[in-house]
């Protein structure tokens, strides 16, 4: 089944969005679309229509979308009505994915003075960093980049205009911050573009935290988390949940193919950001950040030119360290680093 702007959409909450705009507002887009609206958020609380024509009268707001071609539509309807402030569905998705609000009409949000990105392969704490870093009062650093950006990217929408809009809407007291995860970042603009993506960056201003882990330690979380459903946890962790990571079972092929991946992932993002002026890359490793959290907030502020505000950090709050609420993980360890010794061929 092809994939429509709502699933994009699904973990920004587009459909409830959309379906929640006042009597001024208007839906347009085809009618199977809009069927496919009201099934997933209930009926829009505004008129919605198929057609420019049948937009009502008194209506000041439009959001429209066509599956074939959003930009020409929003041309189109921009020139036949001048009166009407119109937003296309795809265009609204850099603006969730960032804070879920739209501004009013005529405000239009500065970029940011400070910006920076959190850089790292999946399963390196960086949940963990980036919530530190933002209870600390530096920025709100959110995996902005995820299926909906790109999504929206590879329908018309342009990289440069697409991060504009992030970066206005998810500041935090002049702050932006976002994650880049390695293969979401190679899915948005190509591994072979991403070096060049990221200098470009450097270019407007960026900051880059390089978070590290322990790739055996991160093999580890991937495959638990896989094969437990356990991803996060914050506080005490539930008795049913520590029980799934404790059943985890032992799969030395499914682990050296999850390794590999790992070593691969990291070294492609070493070579995108070979490139990077060495003054504007903070590199941090996962185990001294769970050690030395404060520490690690003071060195990030002092890194990004910021103040940080570590007597606001909630330690309760921030994610779990999931592999010291069990002994399985440890115990999946030294299976694997022994049975790895033995079969030193299989990984390079």
């Not at 799934?244 to 691969?264: G, N, Q, S």
């Not at 070294?267 to 520490?295: Q, S």
């Not at 606001?312 to 030294?334: C, I, M």
């Amino acid at each position: 089944m092809k994939k429509t702007v709502l699933d994009a959409g699904e973990d920004c909450g587009l459909a409830r969005f959309l379906a929640h705009r006042g009597a001024q507002a208007c839906l347009l887009a085809p009618a199977p679309l809009l069927q496919e609206l009201a099934e997933r958020a209930g009926a829009p609380g505004c008129p919605a229509v198929s057609t420019a024509a049948e937009i009502p009268a008194g209506v000041k707001r439009v959001f429209a979308h066509d599956p074939d071609d959003e930009g020409g539509l929003l041309v189109r309807l921009r020139a036949a009505r001048p009166d009407l402030e119109v937003h296309g569905w795809i265009e609204l998705i850099p603006v969730l994915v960032a804070d879920r609000k739209l501004p009013a009409p005529d405000m239009r949000r500065p970029l940011p003075m400070h910006r920076f990105a959190v850089v790292c392969t999946p399963r390196t704490g960086s949940t963990f960093l980036c919530e530190l870093l933002e209870a600390g009062g530096l920025g709100a650093a959110r995996e902005h980049l995820r299926w909906p950006l790109i999504y929206a990217l590879r329908h018309g929408l342009s990289l440069p205009a697409a991060f504009d809009r992030v970066q206005r809407h998810g500041a935090v007291d002049g702050v932006f911050g976002t994650k880049l995860i390695s293969h979401f970042l190679f899915d948005a603009v190509g591994q072979d573009q991403a070096g060049g993506f990221l200098q470009d960056w450097a270019a407007q201003g960026f900051r880059f935290i390089r978070l590290r882990r322990d790739p055996v330690a991160q093999t580890l979380s991937k495959f638990s988390a896989k094969h437990s459903g356990v991803w996060h946890a914050r506080g005490a962790l539930a008795e049913g949940r520590r029980r799934r990571l404790e059943k985890v079972p032992y799969d030395f092929a499914e682990l050296c193919e999850i390794h590999r991946r790992t070593l691969d992932e990291d070294r492609a993002l070493d070579r995108a950001m070979a490139g990077l002026p060495a003054d504007r890359v903070l590199a941090l490793d996962y185990d001294t950040v769970v050690a030395a959290p404060l520490e690690t907030l003071a060195r990030a502020a002092a890194f990004l030119g910021l103040t940080a505000r570590p007597d606001q950090v909630d330690f309760g709050a921030l994610p779990t360290q999931l592999s010291a609420t069990h002994d399985n993980t440890r115990l999946l360890r030294e299976r694997f680093l022994a049975d790895l010794a033995a079969r030193p061929d299989l990984i390079p």
